[in-house]
């Protein structure tokens, strides 16, 4: 069956570039997801990226789908200590002409020292 | 704009108690998604609407029930709740056609004791 996987821990020093990893099983997955979780709260979309492309930026994150690896992977310039929070890679198995169902990886938890 | 809103935010049950878990979106979405998360296990879906009127199982169903009481209400029902079932759950939904993310609620934390 489907499965994304994850490392379950980063640490990283304010100021530096995060890189979180990600594959990912279902190679007719149409779009991969990043979320974000803060403590206490709910997942928050923070990017995505469509099967078809290879690179997405979106101001300080960057995207990278390596379709050929099933290799997702998320960069955060400049890391800041509000970005510590658990990320999550999710891929879609689409039903209908909706999004569909996502299957979640299950986390990355970021931690950024000052 | 509220988004997804999910009640109670905190719920303590005996073992054997019922409850039932709600959750609403002013979007005027289609799907609606229940999952719950444990601590390394990510989230897994419990039972999904794909749209008003129609309810599927997901990966976890077993010992939940739901309800698609309308296009904006989703809720989640365990009829005999077990410590297993301790977890935080969440609510979610999306819209249909091209590209749709899921919207998530600020979660259900439910010990079962």
């Known amino acids: 069956g489907e499965d994304v996987e994850q490392s379950l821990f980063l640490s990283v020093r304010e100021g530096d570039s995060s890189v979180i990893n990600c594959t990912y099983t279902?190679?007719?997955?149409?779009?991969l997801y990043w979320y974000k979780q803060e403590p206490g709260a709910g997942l928050q979309l923070l990017t995505y990226?469509?099967?078809?492309?290879d690179m997405k930026q979106d101001q300080r994150l960057t995207v990278l789908l390596n379709k050929k690896d099933k290799h997702l992977s998320l960069r955060i310039a400049d890391t800041q200590t509000g970005d510590s929070a658990i990320y999550f890679c999710?891929?879609?198995?689409?039903?209908?002409?909706?999004?569909?169902?996502?299957?979640f990886g299950k986390g990355t938890k970021l931690s950024v020292k000052p | 704009n509220a988004g997804v809103t999910q009640t109670p935010k905190f719920q303590v049950l005996k073992t054997g108690q019922s409850m039932t878990l709600q959750c609403a979106q002013d979007?005027?979405?289609?799907?609606m998604y229940w999952y719950r998360q444990d601590p390394g296990m990510g989230l897994r879906l419990i039972y999904y609407?794909?749209?008003?009127?129609?309810?599927d199982k997901g990966e976890v169903p077993n010992g939940y029930n739901v309800s698609r009481l309308n296009k904006r209400e989703f809720s989640l029902r365990l009829e005999s709740a077990a410590p297993s079932q301790t977890s935080v759950y969440f609510c979610?939904?999306?819209?249909?056609?091209?590209?749709?993310?899921?919207?998530f609620g600020d979660g259900t934390r439910l010990s079962i004791l």
């Open positions: 979610a939904s999306t819209g249909t056609g091209g590209h749709q993310p899921q919207h």
């Open positions: 279902d190679s007719s997955s149409t779009y």
């Open positions: 990226i469509f099967s078809n492309m």
């Open positions: 999710a891929e879609s198995i689409g039903y209908g002409g909706s999004q569909g169902n996502l299957i």
């Open positions: 979007m005027n979405h289609n799907s």
């Open positions: 609407s794909a749209s008003e009127g129609t309810t």
